[in-house]
């Protein structure tokens, strides 16, 4: 079975500063990784995926994300954050054999001026 | 291109009675997800359709059906409410593909209370 740790509830950040979510994933075959990002009363948006090749990932709004199977992570960073970027942040874990998403408890990303 | 509709927004039940929520996925997708995202729980998996069939499911009680109609619209019964059900359930729909590579798009969700 597959299981995602987010190791933060909260991070608080002030705006322009770099931030890094933390995820970790347990699973005994290969995984597919994901970060979805869900604002005030929204649905989830896709911010990045990672399947295969390069460890590292660009998604949208400046995001980063790096794949590490030897620590079983996959950290979501942005250099400088703003007010906007405030949300709550999913890390989710695919088996290729199945096409569920095993989420996390996400991690709330609270940017202050 | 519209995205996932989800109906009603909010819905309110009493204990015992039974809901009905609705999804419509993006056009051109054929398969539709549904979450729960209780709090305190997180997002939990609930149920998979995929060409109208269930494809998988999740660590639910069996109070929990749904069905995929031809036209890949989804709805999502859930029976003999209890109060821990309150919750907000999420859609989300894939296109056809690669099953676990398709990037899932969700929908706004329906909160459902039950009192």
């Known amino acids: 079975a597959q299981s995602v740790t987010q190791l933060d509830s909260q991070v608080p950040v002030f705006e322009e500063a770099p931030v890094e979510l933390r995820c970790n994933y347990s699973s005994s075959v290969s995984v597919y990784l994901f970060w979805y990002v869900q604002y005030p009363n929204q649905g989830l948006q896709l911010l990045l995926k990672?399947?295969?090749?390069?460890?590292l990932v660009k998604g949208i709004n400046g995001f980063e994300a790096e794949f590490n199977k030897s620590q079983t992570s996959f950290h979501l960073r942005k250099p400088s954050v703003h007010i906007s970027d405030t949300a709550e942040y999913f890390c989710a874990v695919s088996d290729p054999g199945y096409s569920t998403l095993t989420f996390g408890k996400g991690t709330m990303l609270l940017v202050s001026p | 291109e519209a995205g996932v509709t989800q109906s009603p927004t909010h819905l309110i039940k009493t204990r015992g009675q039974q809901a009905t929520l609705r999804c419509s996925p993006i056009?051109?997708?054929?398969?539709v997800y549904w979450y729960q995202q209780a709090l305190g729980l997180g997002l939990q998996f609930l149920l998979w359709?995929?060409?109208?069939?269930?494809?998988n499911r999740g660590n639910f009680p069996p109070r929990f059906s749904g069905r995929q109609f031809p036209n890949y619209s989804s709805e999502l019964n859930v029976n003999a409410l209890e109060l821990e059900d309150s919750a907000l359930y999420l859609c989300?729909?894939?296109?056809?593909?690669?099953?676990?590579?398709?990037?899932?798009?969700f929908g706004p969700g329906t909160r459902l209370l039950v009192l």
């Open positions: 990672y399947l295969s090749g390069s460890t």
């Open positions: 989300a729909s894939s296109s056809p593909g690669q099953g676990p590579q398709e990037t899932q798009y």
């Open positions: 359709y995929d060409e109208g069939e269930e494809r």
């Open positions: 056009s051109g997708h054929t398969s």
